[in-house]
């Protein structure tokens, strides 16, 4: 598979974004939703920040309180008894879990879809008991006239989904959780199917099971019911970990090929990897899976996307398509936002039967 990067990419980066408040310092912007709205390329990013001058020998959680409306700082020793740094991305103390970061979601412009203009302020900020670790890699649907975002909504009872929609990217009605913990991945087709909407999402079992992608549908979006498996991770193979959700889905009409078009991660067990494959699912019923990626349709090459925060991930949640043309935003080494362009083409070629 042929992924064309971008020459500027990676084409956002911390050092674009200012911070919320300064305090505050911008330690990644990545995972972005992005979508087209009156002449722009509009990308939804997720911003994530970090307490400012932290000492070498402390630790740090920014929370939002919901009690109070406003952002704290929790802090702890490094060396102290209890406490587990060993993942960056998280510290652990006698058993319960923090982030090193809070994020929020900011919005950027582009006239040509590569170079973007980041808003000064975010769009979406933790604002609910369920959203006080943060705000996190949204997806945009555009359905009759609206922008439905779905996003994970992260807190200490775990990672839910939550909704929020916009006609015009100024102003914001929220509308709750959809999916409760644990539960994270959602992307909502961009058209109804039998009258009522349809969602990919990824539960996250433990004990029993493991990460698969499923199907549900909903007469109003809120209210999601007739949950059906659609894809799990595959032994021996490049998504043998876990898999999950991408860009939203789109819909393919070919001479040979009629369905709907999913671009979804795959995690590889050993190294490590985050990768993009595809899914080609039924038009009329996308629980069907008519064909998958053998190989990946991106992988973690790149600089920029084997070393940074957590090295050895492509992530997407958008993707813009234009004929021939798959244009996939994607976050890299969860730390920058960058963008690839493959060939539709290319892509159906490399699917086979599940």
Excluded at 4 to 23: E, G, K, L
Excluded at 53 to 61: I, S, W, Y
Excluded at 176 to 189: A, H, L, Q, S
Aim: glycine share 8%; net charge negative; hydrophobic share 40%.
């Amino acid at each position: 598979m042929r992924a064309h990067r971008a020459d500027q990419n990676p084409i956002v980066t911390p050092a674009m974004v200012p911070p919320s408040r300064p305090d505050l310092e911008v330690v990644g912007v990545f995972n972005p939703a992005v979508t087209r709205h009156e002449g722009h390329v509009v990308l939804l990013l997720r911003v994530a920040e970090a307490a400012r001058g932290v000492p070498p020998g402390e630790l740090t959680a920014p929370v939002y309180d919901p009690d109070t409306g406003r952002l704290q700082i929790k802090r702890w020793r490094r060396d102290a008894n209890g406490v587990d740094a060993s993942d960056p991305r998280t510290i652990t103390v006698d058993g319960s879990t923090w982030l090193t970061s809070i994020s929020h979601l900011r919005l950027a412009r582009s006239t040509d879809g590569v170079r973007f203009e980041v808003e000064p302020v975010p769009a979406l900020l933790p604002a609910t008991p369920y959203e006080s670790f943060g705000v996190e890699d949204p997806r945009i649907t555009l359905l009759d006239g609206r922008y439905w975002i779905n996003y994970s909504a992260v807190s200490p009872y775990g990672i839910a989904t939550a909704l929020a929609s916009t006609t015009d990217f100024v102003t914001f009605e929220r509308h709750g959780i959809i999916f409760p913990p644990n539960n994270r991945d959602v992307t909502i087709f961009p058209e109804r199917l039998d009258g009522r909407y349809v969602a990919l999402h990824r539960p996250m079992p433990e004990g029993i099971g493991q990460p698969a992608m499923w199907l549900a549908s909903s007469s109003d979006l809120t209210g999601w019911g007739e949950h059906r498996l659609v894809a799990s991770a595959r032994v021996a193979r490049w998504d043998d970990a876990k898999i999950g959700g991408g860009a939203v889905p789109i819909r393919v009409e070919t001479a040979d090929r009629d369905g709907w078009l999913a671009v979804y991660h795959g995690v590889t067990r050993s190294p490590l990897t985050y990768s993009l494959g595809a899914l080609l699912l039924d038009a009329d019923d996308p629980a069907r899976v008519i064909a998958r990626s053998r190989d990946p349709i991106l992988a973690p090459e790149a600089p920029y996307e084997r070393e940074g925060f957590f090295g050895g991930v492509v992530f997407t949640c958008g993707l813009l398509a234009d004929g021939d043309l798959v244009r996939i935003y994607y976050g890299a080494a969860d730390g920058v936002t960058a963008v690839a362009d493959l060939s539709l083409d290319e892509i159906l070629a490399g699917l086979y039967p599940p």
